[in-house]
């Protein structure tokens, strides 16, 4: 099946079509909404009073990219926090020189209304002394929290030497476009679920939830193969403790072909009414013709989080805004 002849069932009806990489934030009394565009060159913000609203919800850009240079080419992941009384963008970006030359980016809005602006670029986010490794390759996914009283930063880095294996690091912040630590490795692909194509970790989340940190992760290309891993720590344990963390061995959300759903990834969690959610992009169909990087079709889709025995379950049959069936 392919962009022309996909079966559209009551799953893949899509909450926002054409943005990957969702990114979905409830601040005051708003609902925010921004993912990575088709033709990565922008940042878009939406807001509404409702997360149904963040559907039609006029999609204002906030940022260009460049005409070259930094910042000049693959947009990515964009996240939006309000961090310190200011709102933050963390996106990751190539160079039209270097496409390939990924780093991560902070943008600052000091205004009320982050729709409005304006955004200053505050540069690339600065590694702490001493750390030789962060942002010195293909680096992206960057996302942010806080766990008592303390800020963290979970990031996509691929080692800088031999096979380019993409790892997730970790470190705590001194601001929000700092580092106060060198990096830590929390996580490389090392099962088969995380190697088809590329060996990759990549799109961390964070839910804490039920005494525990949870960290989702994507892995493998962006394939129908592309699917959802989990780390967790006890809440009460230091997450620059490698020793902390666990990591399940089997993928928690993979392709549903008979549900339509193809190559599930890039979550975000949020909550609504005291329960948890995710926001996570897929294809309806697998047949991708060229570079799938490339195929438009990656839809943002919201899916309602049950605990069962203190862990978040990903099922379809908790899919939102799901069509009639």
């Excluded at 505050?122 to 806080?146: K, N, P, Q, V, Y």
């Excluded at 800088?160 to 790892?167: C, E, H, P, Q, T």
């Excluded at 993928?251 to 329960?275: L, S």
């Excluded at 049950?306 to 899919?319: A, K, T």
């Amino acid at each position: 099946m392919n962009a022309s002849n996909y079966i559209r069932t009551a799953w893949n009806t899509p909450f926002i079509p054409q943005r990957a990489d969702p990114y979905v934030l409830h601040h005051g009394n708003a609902w925010y909404f921004t993912a990575s565009v088709p033709a990565y060159d922008r940042i878009v913000l939406r807001r509404a009073e409702s997360l149904e609203g963040l559907r039609t919800a006029w999609e204002q850009e906030v940022w260009h990219a460049h005409a070259g240079g930094v910042m000049s080419c693959h947009i990515w992941a964009p996240e939006l926090h309000f961090l310190d009384g200011a709102w933050y963008i963390y996106f990751a970006a190539g160079e039209q020189e270097d496409v390939w030359k990924i780093r991560p980016w902070v943008l600052r809005c000091e205004s009320d209304d982050p729709l409005q602006g304006p955004w200053t670029e505050c540069g690339m986010l600065e590694r702490a002394g001493g750390d030789e490794f962060s942002f010195t390759d293909f680096s992206l996914d960057m996302t942010i929290f806080e766990l008592r009283g303390k800020r963290y930063c979970i990031w996509a880095e691929k080692v800088s030497v031999g096979r380019k294996i993409s790892n997730l690091y970790i470190a705590q912040m001194t601001s929000p476009t700092s580092l106060a630590v060198p990096q830590m490795l929390l996580t490389s692909p090392s099962y088969a679920w995380e190697r088809h194509g590329f060996w990759v970790n990549e799109g961390p989340s964070v839910l804490q939830a039920a005494g525990k940190v949870f960290v989702s992760f994507s892995a493998s290309d962006t394939s129908a193969a592309y699917c959802m891993g989990l780390l967790w720590m006890d809440d009460k344990d230091d997450p620059m403790d490698i020793s902390a963390w666990h990591k399940l061995n089997k993928p928690v959300f993979t392709t549903d072909a008979e549900k339509g759903i193809y190559g599930p990834g890039h979550n975000t969690f949020f909550e609504m009414d005291g329960e948890a959610y995710t926001s996570y992009h897929a294809r309806p169909y697998d047949e991708i013709i060229g570079d799938p990087l490339y195929d438009p079709n990656r839809h943002a889709f919201i899916m309602k989080l049950p605990m069962r025995d203190g862990f978040p379950v990903f099922s379809l049959e908790n899919q939102a805004f799901q069509t009639d069936k």
